[in-house]
């Protein structure tokens, strides 16, 4: 099982596929990892229409069968909430329409996976839990 | 001067189209008017992805010379803010295949406007104004 993982930002937006392998002993392999860069100094249209880009992009050569979104709902500040909204704005309209379907995961559920291996949080893609954060 | 003006929101995207005419006592024309409506019962990428392929196609049909977006960085909640992010993140994404330069202007300005007409805070679109707003 093939899942895309995105931590998503404006400035900077981690976009990692994933290979899921096994039945019992899950092992992720990483197939692809980079980071969308975008700079304050470009139009907004600029700097979301290039995220957009590049995560269609990615899900049309990867054909994930999940998009898994690190979500967080307590900012330090609404302009940040609204900024990194607009980045998963455009997760959304590529997931859209590469036909994707786009789970959220808690900062603290991707964080302690993080402590184990960079994209194990995408381990637990599970039927049940994937009900659960669907968005 | 065909002008696009949108309220964004994830459940109602107010979405109309003027032409801006004359010189000196500018006039409005409304040319289309429309909400976008998106149910919390769908999922986030098909309500995003919907209001992408919406506000596209107008642009396209169109083809206003500017997007003007009303911006509100003061909201009683992250998630509110967060959501509106998504929305405007698919407007900006269609500016962007649109080629269409994106403006943000702030709420009293708006409803200022609104007072005497309801799509007249686009006459303010001076280049000057332009050029300090453009997000």
Same mark, same amino acid.
């Given at each position: 099982?093939?899942v895309?993982?995105?931590d ?9 596929? &994933? =290979? +899921? #392998? ?8 990483? @197939?692809?990892?980079? /980071?969308v ?16 880009a590049?995560v ?8 994930p069968?999940? &998009? =898994? +979104? #690190? ?8 302009? @940040?909430?609204?900024? /990194? ?5 455009a997760?959304?309209v590529?997931?859209?329409e ?7 995961y ?21 039927q049940?839990?994937?009900?659960k /954060?669907?968005?």
């Open positions: 099982m093939v895309a993982g995105i998503p930002g404006i400035t900077h937006l981690g976009l990692g596929v &994933v =290979a +899921v #392998e096994g039945k019992g002993a899950l092992k992720a392999r990483l @197939l692809h990892g980079e /980071v860069k975008t700079s304050p100094q470009e139009p907004a249209k600029e700097r979301v229409g290039r995220i957009h590049r269609l992009e990615v899900l049309h050569r990867f054909r069968e999940a &998009v =898994a +979104v #690190e979500e967080q709902f307590f900012y330090r500040q609404n302009e @940040l909430a609204y900024k /990194v909204g607009w980045a998963l704005g997760v959304l590529a997931a859209f590469a036909g994707v379907p786009v789970y959220a808690g900062p603290m559920q991707v964080k302690q996976a993080l402590e184990t291996c960079l994209f194990n949080f995408t381990l637990n893609l599970t049940s839990f994937l009900e /954060v669907r968005i």
